[in-house]
């Protein structure tokens, strides 16, 4: 499968975004998909994920109220939904999908988009 990210961009701190990730092939409802991001000089860090059927999500804790992560399997894509944004929100934002369990390692994801940029200004 091939996983496109989009929807990063500039913002002020407390707006939103939503990043979107298309999917190509038929086989994306049989994926679990996570989002993770990496800033500057930091690793690449979990920052939610969804189940198959959507109807399990996990976040990373810095994440919890502020992102809510969806799927769309008619579209083929997962979304991030962003809000009260921060400066330390600021990296490239990579959707991963995986064919086993939901989990926050990276590892566990088989293939990965190339990343979007979120750049929060404050």
């Known amino acids: 499968v091939q996983l496109q990210a989009s929807g990063g961009g500039l913002v002020q701190a407390g707006s939103s975004l939503r990043l979107s990730c298309a999917a190509s092939?038929?086989?994306?409802?049989?994926?679990?998909m996570g989002w993770f991001r990496q800033a500057p000089g930091k690793e690449r860090e979990f920052v939610a994920g969804?189940?198959?059927?959507?109807?399990?999500?996990n976040y990373a804790d810095s994440m919890k109220g502020r992102f809510t992560v969806s799927r769309d399997n008619a579209k083929n894509t997962v979304y991030l939904e962003m809000n009260s944004l921060k400066p330390e929100d600021t990296a490239v934002y990579y959707c991963?999908?995986?064919?086993?369990?939901?989990?926050?390692?990276?590892?566990?994801?088989?293939?990965w988009g190339e990343g979007t940029q979120v750049t929060v200004s404050s």
């Open positions: 991963a999908a995986g064919s086993g369990m939901l989990t926050t390692y990276g590892i566990d994801y088989d293939y």
């Open positions: 969804i189940s198959r059927s959507g109807g399990t999500t």
């Open positions: 092939g038929r086989t994306f409802s049989s994926y679990v």
